[in-house]
């Protein structure tokens, strides 16, 4: 393809949403779009990091929910379920469903609308299953904390129930596969890290999700945070899968969820 690139993006969800935005306004070629984590291998073929636009990120939310309700939730849903190349299948499902210009995606018109529908059906039903199921249990300073592995990036979309659920109560879900928390203290909500001493999760090889190794994780975080005063360990950061303002409650997670 000639002078095709690939960009690179930050890995938000936001950032993805501004490479679409360059895409469709310079009407250039795109073979990839990847986040830039500094191992790309893209030899013969020309790269292009775009800076996150949050502008331009909205444009395309808002371009996207204007066409179809259904597809907003898509949209976002698929993205967070880190499928291999989502990235491509949503700029032309993205793309398909603004040249359309009927906004009706309620019956998949071809595979890749298929499985952007399927993805993002699996991330809705390990939402609702975590909703369900999640355990808490009392750290030493009694913060109310919950371990999970799950198979998609989900953690970003548990917020609103159990905010509800726990209007008043300091909690944390961790994300032990990911590296990182959802917090609430009543009043505000927040992405995090812990800082543990012991922070040697790498030494795990975590192949897909399998049982065995997700049992080990979880025994490692179990140990590493008994009798804790979780409070002192608490790290607010930007977690580059949502956006780059932990604080604001992203438009995408808002709208999305």
Known sequence: MENAKIYLY???????????????????????????????????????????????AKRVWNGIEAKSAVAVKQVYFSFLSEHSGIEQM????IRNLFHNGSGSLTIPCDHIDMKISQLANQVAKEKGKLEANIKFE????????????????VLPLLSKHFRFRFPEQEWIIFDYKRKYGLHSNGKSNEFINLKLKVFKTERFVVAGNSPETNADLKEYWKTALKGLPLKSKIVPFVFPGIGSNAKSDFFGARKAV
């Open 10 to 56: 930050d890995g938000s969800f936001n950032g993805f949403l501004t490479a679409i935005f360059v895409a469709f306004a310079r009407n250039e070629a795109v073979v990839d779009f990847r986040p830039d984590n500094g191992c790309q291998n893209t030899l013969f073929l020309e790269t292009e990091t775009i800076l996150t636009h949050l502008d331009y």
């Open 138 to 153: 009392a750290s030493f300073d009694n913060i109310q904390y919950s371990l999970i592995a799950p198979n998609f990036n």
């Open 90 to 93: 949503l700029y032309r499902y």
